[in-house]
């Protein structure tokens, strides 16, 4: 998968003018628009055309950002960007638990959002890694990175968010590593999504519900105290 030329942004805000900026601004730096004020009409923005990342504000009339968010995770692996006027960090947190993949508090500059979706768009244009690997296998498992899939022992096709996609990716080419937060959060992101340390917990906590037997009593991710994170298995590169 490439990174489309002129990528299609779905902007979900009902502050008119706000949504006015920001459609504006990413019109002018090669972004293709939909705007829509509610939950009813980005699920119709949806259906009419492929999407290539949603902006999506935390509160809304009627049904808000995180139960869409939710929503849209059970059927969509499409990347969304979480806008929050919130400061606390709670709010950040239940967005990435839920699926989102960055988030951007208000206000905001739209420059710093731009690069956001860029920075988004590029994790998840590869069609293999920095070392022409396009698969990594570990024990029966298979991250497919041309496909950016995870793929089961048994074969199913596991749904994985861009960032816990990338997360995993930068795991499996450093197995036996101790990798701190820190670390993880420049492989990552490079930082796009500021120091946000708590964002890599989230994410761990997401992939370890998805390919450990027991999350609870993880052996695939381990956390290493004071340390940060240790992937166990051994993985083999194709």
């Known amino acids: 998968m490439t990174q489309p030329a002129t990528p299609h942004i779905l902007v979900v805000e009902d502050d008119r003018e706000i949504s006015a900026l920001v459609a504006r601004y990413l019109r002018a730096n090669a972004?293709?628009?939909?705007?829509?004020?509610?939950?009813?009409?980005?699920?119709?923005?949806?259906?009419?055309?492929?999407?290539?990342?949603?902006?999506?504000?935390?509160?809304?009339?009627?049904?808000?950002?995180?139960?869409?968010?939710?929503?849209?995770?059970?059927?969509?692996?499409?990347?969304?960007?979480?806008?929050?006027?919130?400061?606390?960090?709670?709010?950040?947190?239940?967005?990435?638990?839920?699926?989102?993949?960055?988030?951007?508090?208000?206000?905001?500059?739209?420059?710093?959002?731009?690069?956001?979706?860029?920075?988004?768009?590029?994790?998840?244009?590869?069609?293999e890694d920095e070392t022409g690997v396009r698969r990594l296998h570990f024990l029966d498992w298979t991250l497919d990175v041309s496909l950016r899939q995870l793929v089961s022992p048994e074969g199913a096709r596991i749904a994985v968010t861009g960032a816990e996609f990338d997360l995993l990716h930068a795991l499996c080419l450093r197995p036996g590593r101790v990798l701190s937060r820190d670390q993880l959060l420049d492989l990552t992101q490079g930082r796009a999504a500021g120091p946000f340390e708590r964002s890599i917990d989230v994410l761990i906590s997401r992939i370890r519900q998805k390919i450990e037997r027991d999350p609870r009593s993880p052996e695939i991710i381990r956390t290493i105290r004071s340390g940060g994170y240790l992937f166990t298995p051994e993985v083999t590169r194709a």
């Open 31 to 127: 972004c293709r628009v939909t705007v829509a004020g509610d939950g009813v009409a980005m699920e119709q923005a949806l259906r009419e055309a492929r999407v290539d990342l949603v902006v999506l504000d935390l509160m809304l009339p009627g049904e808000d950002g995180l139960s869409l968010c939710r929503r849209l995770r059970t059927t969509s692996t499409v990347p969304v960007l979480m806008l929050t006027a919130k400061a606390e960090e709670i709010d950040r947190i239940v967005g990435l638990e839920i699926g989102a993949d960055d988030y951007l508090g208000k206000p905001f500059n739209p420059r710093e959002l731009l690069a956001r979706i860029r920075a988004i768009l590029r994790r998840g244009s590869g069609a």
